[in-house]
């Protein structure tokens, strides 16, 4: 087996199992299309190895296949980093929800005591 048959059934494998995800509801939909994409090109440059030849001499890399495992890669690095934003996003959303909640809780009681007073 060549490294491009390795990398079509790994690649085959990886879109088979997005869909899956997606289909039991795991990935998110706006997600689950940027894996999607990549697994696509990813399949299309295995399946038709001259367009990633083609591609590698332009960007002067030796090694075709390398390049397919670095798409993957850049990418990878890419989306891990939009979902460690989105992370921090989250983050700074729940800790400004729980003090909006702790200062409800507390401004509660003494709203019950001063109606009782009045």
Known sequence: MNVYEAAAVFCLSFLIATVELIRRRK??????????????????FCFFPGLLERLSRI?????????LFLIGLLFSLAFTLHLT??????HRRTTRLAQELAILKAETPQAAARREGA
Request: aromatic share 10%.
């Open 59 to 67: 960007m002067h890399v030796h090694y075709a296949p390398s390049l």
């Open 27 to 44: 990935i998110e939909e706006r997600y689950a299309l940027l894996w999607l994409v990549l697994g696509l090109s990813m399949t299309v």
């Open 85 to 90: 934003m989105v992370i921090s996003k989250l």
